[in-house]
């Protein structure tokens, strides 16, 4: 099981309309338990979501644009927060 700290699960409710085009969280638990069910993963540094990227097989298009992905959210402590939808 993942956990996931406050600041990480704020920054998804706020930016998940980046991913997602209605709103699946609502308040930290729900975004807790959707982020817990998708299995996301917090990284940290923008070298790891890369890293993520390659090791789990995931074709990138433009590695060198890989932050600006839909699929990752920059926390704002140097962390990302990767949520595959």
């Known amino acids: 099981m ?3 700290d406050e600041m990480v699960l704020k920054c998804f409710i706020e930016q998940q309309g ?3 085009p209605e ?3 609502d308040n930290l638990e729900s975004a807790e338990a959707f982020l817990e069910e998708c299995m996301a993963v917090v990284v940290d540094s ?3 979501v890369v890293e993520y990227f ?3 097989g995931i074709d990138m298009e433009d590695p ?3 932050l600006e992905a839909a699929e990752v959210f920059e926390v704002g402590d ?3 927060l990767i ?3």
């Open 2 to 4: 993942h956990e996931y």
């Open 23 to 25: 709103d699946v969280a």
């Open 46 to 48: 923008a070298d790891e």
């Open 18 to 20: 980046k991913l997602f």
């Open 54 to 56: 390659e090791e789990e």
């Open 64 to 66: 060198d644009n890989i």
């Open 83 to 85: 949520v595959e939808g």
């Open 78 to 80: 140097g962390r990302y």
